[in-house]
């Protein structure tokens, strides 16, 4: 059979950038799946995605003309339904012969095989495999029913269709070709009103030739590249900006870096078929703006890259990637460098305009503005932000902290209603900054509410300073708790007060700043801060909401389900303790005693839980009767003193790892006591011995959850 390599492309109008990677990485790997469970390509099959602002395309290897046929085996149904007594077909038989175009010819060939507690009758046969052109025809149907395609255009066919003008088809943008070559085959298959070819169209303005003609699917890439001036492949084409923005920048000298910014690298490679990275400026009067509004409209807007010294600070120079390479650049940079000035003058007038007002002047605004229907306004959640922080600074650093939190807090949203951040909200927090200094308050003030937002994402850094963290803390707890106590809870994928992301900033902030705060006290200083008749009780879901984050991201970061398990099942309300907690479980779990202590922890566990009312931890020492309940009593008098001390100087990796030498006592135990004894008096002390080896067992975690 011929077996030659396969390239698939559509040709179409322009693409959305920021799905186009997707599209193409779907387009690519349907395709192949499908080819592959048809027996027309390889498992092994390499499967290369192009994709560029025109075009989608794929390159799967050692694809066969024609798959191999396929022995098939059917069931028909039982031999004693299928055969009469004298072993002759029966009518059902002579049926379900006809149907798979069998006639009573085939009765002889059938094969009896046990099938359950009977013995059934198969009919096998030979399925021939798919051709190529009816095998791709529906892989590229199925590739193009499954492309991920953010927003459906509609448009009317002009030829190849029943209705010219009239019959429409639904797909991301208007298709204008089709090519699918097997080698230097063309395969014949349509798709979107289109007839396949061996032709594509190259670059809009710069291709050598057009239409550009493909030899064979192999040469797909060179070709492209050297007839129609276009990089299809994706990847090549972010590596060829990525390389020239570092010669431009090498250029303008000064230890110059581009802005790191792989989203707008990954959109700006999706607009363009052949870059061409062009060094521009802007003049120098607008330096005087923040950074960050500069940037921001450079990127967002223009998609731009800023150009950053070697301390990091913004230049007026910035690079451009164009789609097309004059040989005199100068009225592509000069187009670019015009249309970035009025962007640049209106963020100078909106900073401008935004200092003539002082943040403190702008609080009672804030009283206009609705957070929430249920919630109130602004201005009513910033003094409830304040209420909490005022309680947590007093808690970490009191009058002090709590009056640097509280003035931080009063003024952390009035940002919100400067015109900078009208015009762009991305730079809420970071405007009231420098506001914030322009209005004379202290760096500590203006670090704190530019700093209240963090972590936004995961990874992100935290507050730089206490004051700030406090504000963190207190803005995400009201937000948790307001949301919570109305019931507007994350359901499945859809979390629109990112209440998930604020829970995980709140377990970040406790963990890693080392804040010895517990949190069911935030949570209720958080509810205290709300009219009783706002909320409605909603504490215990709160505090499981954040166990069941803090699950998760501990697992993210390499604990097992076990380990992870074993402390948070003990709903540890001082999260700072937690990664020493859990560093003392794993050494722990990597000693010899700990999978029999973990057994009988569980063990313990099971027997307490079985027992009548509450045992209390008391052990009544002339009431032991055996040596072996003598013994582990014994072992514990001079082991779980020591293991206490260490827990309470929180060094819980030396606690667990003294209480490892109780193993052997607790196997003698349980090998030679019984624990439920017919004296009752008997019975109790003895429950009360294991209720106190289990109290001291876990305080540092739950080792019954170390127990495979």
Known sequence: MTVQNLLVELFVEELPPKALKKLGDAFASVLADQLKAQGLAPDEAVVTAYASPRRLAAHVTGVLARAEDKAVSQKLMPVSVGLDASGQPTPALLKRLAALGADASAVAGLKHAPDGKAEALFYESVAPGAALAAGLQKALDEALAKLPIPKVMSYQLETDCELPGWTSVNFVRPAHGLVALHGSTVVPVKALGLTSG???????????????????????AVTLQGDGAVIASFAERKAEIARQLAAAAAKVGGGCQPIEDDALLEEVTALVERPNVLICEFEAQFLGVPQECLILTMKANQKYFPLLDAQGKLTN????????????????????????RPRLADAKFFFDQDRKKTLASRVEGLGKVVYHNKLG????????????????????????????????????????????????????????????????????????????????????????????????????????????????????????????????????LLIERDLPLRLDTLVNDAFAAFPRSMLGDAHTDLLSFFFD???????????????????????????????????????????????????????????????EGNVAATVNESALVEQAEKDLFAAMQATVPAANAQFDAGDYTASLQSLAALRAPVDAFFDGVMVNADDPALKANRLGLLRELHDAMNRVADLSRLAT
């Open 377 to 508: 306004t602004q201005g009513e959640r910033t003094e409830r932000v304040r209420a909490i922080a005022r309680a947590i600074g007093q808690q970490l650093g009191g009058d002090v902290l709590a009056k640097s939190a509280d003035t931080a807090a009063q003024l952390a949203k009035t940002d919100l209603l400067t015109d900078m951040v009208g015009e762009f909200p991305e730079l809420q927090g970071i405007m009231g900054g420098y506001y914030a200094r322009h209005d004379g308050l202290t760096e500590d003030i203006a670090f704190a509410i530019e700093d209240h937002y963090k972590p936004r994402f995961a990874g992100d850094e935290l507050p730089r300073n206490l004051t700030g963290v406090v504000v963190a803390l207190a803005d995400k707890l009201e937000t948790l708790v307001g949301m919570f106590g109305i019931g507007n809870l994350p359901t499945g994928d859809k979390d629109p007060f990112a209440l998930r992301r604020h829970a995980l900033g709140v377990i970040r």
């Open 198 to 220: 061996n032709t594509t169209h190259g670059h809009r303005f710069e291709a050598a030739v057009s239409p550009v003609v493909l030899k064979d699917a192999d040469s797909y």
């Open 549 to 611: 984050r803090l699950s998760g991201q501990l697992r993210e970061q390499g604990y097992t389900s076990n380990e992870v398990e074993a402390v948070v099942s003990m709903r540890p309300v001082v999260l700072n303790a937690v990664p020493r907690q859990l560093q003392a479980v794993r050494a722990f779990a990597a000693l010899p005693e700990a999978p029999a202590l973990a057994a009988a922890n569980k063990r313990i566990g099971n027997i307490l839980k079985k027992s």
């Open 317 to 340: 120079k910035f690079l451009v990637v164009s789609n097309i390479s004059p040989s005199d650049a100068s009225a592509v940079i000069g187009g670019n460098e015009r249309v970035v």
